[in-house]
């Protein structure tokens, strides 16, 4: 089993310089570093807000890390504690040191953070990738979570054509001339393209080999297995799912959990509805 790691030192350094610069552009107020110890790898946790109520912890897509939460922090912080997370094998400050093979193991790993972070009782807010490892973690270490937040979460589909194509019109529209970016970025339903340095971290990141596993189809019986307080908003336009059809299974499945499909958002929720997103996680975790 490979782990994910940068294809050299040049590439590692290249990106390290991306972060570091969006990191000092896009994070809003004071934050504290943690290097949280797990079994799979040092963790990066950027902590940040007011203690009080149910802590946040926050997990990014695929690709992503802590950054991609930027527009929705200064309202979670305002009411909450926030952790942030560089997931292990996503490009980030975090540096992984054993293969992560399936959700066992993506559960794992998140159990050690919240462990050597000694929380309990949090909401855990997890988007796509990130919204599995979270469903993921309720089923192997049901405990340490009170609640969750789900955006257009993975294991509810299979990557087919269509999201694929959704990844390569969205590089495209971020390559073109700046004034063409919003119309593009309403035709293919991504929002993420007019992040000039998200985008910048995203191209540096290209030296980077990820080698996490492809999230399964989720069953019937491991849904109902997620037995708290849950909400799923989904993307009306999501390229990763029909999400009318994601919220009658669920409906059907998990009938106590809220769902929302959220009109003309499409999979990249925090940036299509940055308030609105940021709005039913406080909502919702109080």
């Known amino acids: 089993m490979r ?8 590439a590692a350094d290249r990106f390290r310089t991306a972060y570091d610069h969006a990191l000092a552009a896009l994070w809003p107020g004071p934050r504290t570093p943690i290097d949280a110890p797990t079994a799979h790898g040092l963790t990066r946790v950027l902590r940040t807000g007011t203690a009080g109520g149910r802590p946040v912890v926050l997990l990014p897509a695929s690709g992503g890390n802590a950054l991609m939460w930027h527009h929705q922090l200064p309202e979670l912080a305002a009411h909450h504690q926030v952790f942030a997370i560089d997931p292990i094998g996503e490009p980030g400050a975090s540096v992984q040191r054993a293969p992560i093979a399936d959700g066992a193991d993506a559960a794992a790993w998140l159990e050690d953070v919240l462990a050597a972070l000694d929380l309990t009782d949090v909401h855990l807010v997890g988007c796509s990738y990130g919204g599995w490892v979270a469903l993921q973690h ?32 969205g590089g495209l529209a971020a390559s073109a001339p700046r004034a063409l970016r919003p119309r593009l970025a309403r035709a293919v339903a991504n929002s993420a393209v007019l992040e000039d340095e998200l985008m910048k971290l995203t191209r540096a990141a290209m030296g980077f080999r990820r080698a996490l596993p492809v999230p399964p189809v989720l069953t019937d019986e491991e849904l109902r297995r997620i037995d708290l307080p849950a909400q799923f908003l989904l993307g009306a336009r999501s390229a990763l799912h029909d999400s009318a059809e994601v919220a009658a299974r669920i409906g059907r499945v ?33």
């Open 3 to 10: 782990i994910s790691e940068f294809r050299n030192a040049q």
């Open 138 to 169: 309720r089923l192997h270490h049901p405990g340490r979570v009170g609640a969750m937040t789900l955006l257009d979460p993975a294991g509810f589909n299979g990557f087919g054509v269509r999201f694929y194509a959704w990844l390569i019109a």
């Open 254 to 286: 998990l009938p106590t959990a809220r769902v929302e499909v959220v009109p003309g958002a499409g999979h990249s929720l925090p940036m299509d509805e940055p308030a609105l997103v940021a709005e039913r996680i406080v909502r919702f975790g109080d």
